[in-house]
């Protein structure tokens, strides 16, 4: 079955998302370490500013469930960096967490729960959700077409969860579930978007990041920005502040390469990041997303880019964890935004009817993704079935040739052919009915499934008697 627990921007502060951010080495390790943990088979993990969600394909949710929330306290605790110091030993690690409690199975939001080694004030039970089987599946398309995005409809996160499989089978910690799971997620994201006109222009966090630093400068055009960071939501950002008409545009990266190319591509100027003082004096907007794990910008570098002007600075930290540090928010004529005040200072919704017809197409994607499930778990019985069925014709066909005495080769041949194509049209038939219950609507996936089991159970095993 499938099962996650995770936590977003709907309850969990910057600071908490921040704790549990996972990019590059650490998403890496962390992967490694979850499948080793026990009861998950498969696990993805999808990390971005606004959220982090752990998926698992698992026989055992509640074994799995235990092993997750422990990874997640454990992290949380100590920071993700524990994650890469831990490999490979990170697994014991994580069983050793026993002392946490876990969130019981189905329960969406866990309030009340008792503290978790966090402050007693907000123990990190609090902010954790958690979904088995359909429910699990429909949070993760309802997350791709961008209904539970921020900024609703955005379209940066279906780049998001592309990236989260991708990371997991190069982890080697995904498999056939979760590449299926995945892949329907992408394409219900994909039709929810071409189908509806939930993806507005700008409907992003970037753009919500642009209309309310216009808001703030009175209008961009003419204007200078600092652009730190050259990842999606800086590359967005870039775009989006080109098209609104800023004037001199400066691009600060420690990926020296990474800014050029999207210099080049946006009409930037690039600077090194020791050399953002000197750029701050000149800009108007300062936009930070990086995936640094510590703070880039210091109050004492924007109090340094302040000397001798007048003129207001707004800086956008669109980081989690935050890229500036929150005493520059201070300053004279600075006017800091965070992630959280982003979300407070909101963005126009798109129309109730695409939402609707949004959530009509997730509905669809689930119950077409319990269907395919259906079918596909019932493969190996079908398989095992067609071997025995395989190995008694063989069987039978060897008794029949034995006793009609002399045969020539061309009437050999036209009695095996007629036994093999009787077992084909019966499994074509069967197969096709298979489908077909699997299908239906109306028949509850539970007993489908019970059904099925017991149909084609291996009968040399003896399952499904009874």
Known sequence: MIGLIGLDHHEAPADVRGRLT????????????????????????????????????????????????????????????????????????????????????????????????????????????????????????????????MVVGESQ?????????????????????????????????KRARSDTEISRANASLAGAAVRVASE?????????????????????????????????????????RAADDLASEVGAAVVALEDVCEALERAHLVVSATAAPHMVLSAATVACGLRGRRSPLVIMDLAVPADVDPAAGLLPQVSLYTLDMLREAGEPSPRADDVAQAR?????????????????????????????????EQAELARALGQLGQLSEADRQVVERFGERLVDKMFHHLVARIRSLAEFDEVPPDITMRVLTRLFA?????AGAG
């Open 22 to 149: 996972f990019v590059g080495e650490r998403l890496d390790a962390a992967l490694r370490a979850l499948v080793a943990a026990p009861g998950i088979a498969e696990v993805a993990l999808l990390s971005t500013c606004n959220r982090t969600e752990v998926y698992v394909a698992t026989a055992d949710w509640i074994d799995a469930a235990a092993s997750v929330e422990r990874f997640l306290t454990l992290a949380h605790q100590s920071g993700p960096e524990v994650v890469v110091a831990a490999v490979p030993d990170i697994a014991a690690t994580v069983q050793s967490v026993t002392s946490a409690p876990m969130l019981a199975p189905g329960i969406r939001t866990a309030r009340g729960s008792e503290t978790l080694g966090m402050s007693e004030e907000r123990p990190l039970g609090e902010y954790l959700y958690t979904a088995e089987g359909v429910d699990a599946v429909r949070h993760l398309f309802e997350v791709a077409a961008g209904l539970r995005s």
């Open 360 to 392: 009509a197409i997730v509905e669809a994607g689930t119950r077409e993704w319990a269907r395919s499930r259906q079918v596909r778990m019932a493969v190996p019985g079908i398989a095992a079935l067609r071997r025995h069925v395989d190995r008694s």
């Open 157 to 189: 996160i279906l780049g998001q969860v592309k990236d989260a499989i991708a990371a997991a089978e190069a982890a080697e910690s995904a498999g056939e579930e979760l590449r299926a799971l995945f892949t329907r997620a992408i394409k219900v994201g």
């Open 216 to 256: 703030s400068l009175g209008g961009l055009e003419g204007k200078s920005a600092l652009v730190i960071g050259a990842g999606r939501t800086s590359q967005l950002c870039a775009r989006l502040l080109r098209a609104e008409g800023i004037g001199n545009l400066v691009l600060a990266n420690r990926s020296a």
């Open 458 to 462: 291996d009968p040399d095993d003896g």
